[in-house]
């Protein structure tokens, strides 16, 4: 998310902050090479206002995890298409 700071675990890259209003999003499978996903790798990082949905379950780690407590207004207003 914005203010997060991104660094390489090759050290091959300087880390790099992503830009206010901006997040960085990576292709669920790690078996993809960078040139297979689509994801920030490929085309950056994408702009808040142009993500529609909410995170239901976050997983940042094996110790990290858990749903997602959504605030009122968004239970409300958006509406989950599917869902695992």
Known sequence: MEGDVLESTSGASKAYKIPKGKCWVLADNENLSV???DDSRSFGPL???NIFGRVLYS????????????NELSMVSSIVIACE
């Not at 110790?63 to 997602?68: E, P, T």
Request: charged share 35%; net charge neutral; no cysteine.
């Open 47 to 49: 702009k808040l206002k």
């Open 59 to 70: 997983i940042r780690n094996e110790n990290d995890h858990g749903a997602v407590n959504n």
């Open 35 to 37: 040139s297979e996903a």
